[in-house]
């Protein structure tokens, strides 16, 4: 029994001190090796301790995880992990959450949002867009024929899905949490 609390302090101590290494070199470099490396570590294998470190960014790193997640929501193969990193960093809410909005990554966010029809991809996005704008609000005026549409469309493909499947059912009441937040 000894030997396993020993073994778990040890461990315990590694990790500890490759948490602080990151942080040394994040603080140190500007290069975006190190984010891009995280990303892709989390791409691959799901770790949640890179998604943890992931979202402890600073400038100018929290511009290149934008950029990251923008080119995930752009190509098809990388679009769950781009929507899943961006939802994990919306209910953290780093320090600089405020600028995801003036960032490329919102606009494809709506642009999923408004021609997407798969329910598995829309009611995810949906979903971060909810839980996005309470943290954003002041920065959207210029957003909000956006999301109208994005509304509109969503009640439209609600209508049409009727509620048949646990995802239709999802969407419905994503939507409905979409006009609590819109209104």
């Known amino acids: 029994h000894k030997l396993n609390v020993l073994s778990l302090m040890v461990q315990f101590q590694v990790v500890s001190e490759i948490h602080r290494l990151f942080y040394e070199n994040l603080s140190e470099t500007r290069d975006p090796w190190l984010v891009s490396g995280l990303y892709d570590h989390h791409a ?62 919102f606009h494809y966010l709506l642009k999923l949002l408004k021609s997407e029809s798969d329910l598995c991809i829309v009611v995810p996005c949906l979903l971060v867009l909810t839980a996005l704008l309470p943290a954003v609000s002041t920065k959207l005026g210029s957003q909000l024929p956006d999301m109208f549409e994005v509304f509109g469309r969503l009640a439209s493909l609600s209508s049409r899905e009727g509620g048949s499947t646990l995802a239709s059912t999802h969407l419905t009441v994503g939507l409905y949490a979409l006009f609590h937040r819109l209104y």
């Open 44 to 105: 691959a294998t799901g770790s949640l301790q890179s998604l943890k470190l992931l979202i402890t960014v600073k400038e100018p790193h929290d511009k290149l995880l934008c950029d990251r997640l923008a080119e995930g929501l752009r190509s098809s193969s990388g679009r769950d992990v781009a929507i899943d990193v961006l939802g994990y960093i919306v209910r953290k809410q780093p320090t600089w959450l405020h600028k995801v909005v003036q960032h490329p990554v």
